[in-house]
């Protein structure tokens, strides 16, 4: 093999480990969340806005996705309060999976009845390997005095740039769809409760 022949393979493989380095290199943990690998999806509730806020909360998880699996989601069995009741910011708790491992999450903004945001830290879930942390934002809008639109974005802070890639795969295989099931339950448990409590007055 000559000189020049050479110099092209070493100079080739060069710029494929500096392209490899850098897709490895460790992102900000200060990086603005609007840079963060994110997801929304929206859906209107046919329950006036105070009320929506106030029954949206009390979703029964076990019920969410009846025999469905989800790829690298576990199934949440229940939580538990860490710090106050999980009632204002600052409040926390710990989520248990049906496969033993755990979070903790931790409310950054309540604003009733428009607003309820919080942080997902200590994941012991595979996910840990390519986030820092997580963050799930509730916005909600009245559309008239009876309807009420959902708009729910979940942010992935992403290690580095091979992690983007791997959190958008988990994203588009899984996460969207757990998110869709999500607020379609949390949407029909919310009318049924709704309308139960007309039914009561």
Known sequence: ???????IIYASLAIIAAIILLGLFPMSQNLDSEKWVKITISDTINTPLADTWTLAGDLDFKSVAG???????PEITRT?????NFSKAGDSRIVYFSTGDTLVESIRV???PHKFEYELTKPSLPLKWFVYKARRAFEYSALDKDKTIVKWTYFFHQKN?????FIRKYIDNTHRAWMTDMLKATKNQTEKAYL??????
């Open 1 to 7: 093999m000559n000189r020049k022949k050479k110099t």
């Open 67 to 73: 025999d469905r699996k989800y790829d690298n989601l």
């Open 80 to 84: 538990k309060p860490f710090v106050g």
């Open 110 to 112: 309540i604003q009733g």
């Open 161 to 165: 740039l091979v992690s983007r890639f």
């Open 196 to 201: 139960s409590s007309l039914v009561k007055k």
